[in-house]
C-alpha cells in the first residue's frame, strides 16, 4: 500500500481510510489480510469521486 499512496500522492492514512471505508470496491484486491490496489480502477474512483479543496 506505500507504493500505491506515492504512486497516487495520496497520504497512506487517506488511502487507508479510503479502503476501510470501501472494502468491497473493484479496485481493491485482497491478499489475505493486505490490500492491494487495482491502479486502472482506483485511478477511475479518484477521478470520479475525489476532490483536491
Do not use: C
Not at 19 to 41: S, V, Y
Amino acid at each position: 500500500m506505500q507504493e500505491a499512496s506515492e504512486y497516487f500522492h495520496i497520504g497512506y492514512k487517506k488511502l487507508r481510510k479510503i479502503i476501510d471505508e470501501h472494502p468491497d470496491a473493484d479496485f481493491i484486491l485482497w491478499n489475505g489480510t493486505r490490500p492491494q490496489i487495482k491502479r486502472k480502477l482506483f485511478e477511475q474512483y479518484v477521478d470520479e469521486n475525489l476532490t483536491a479543496i
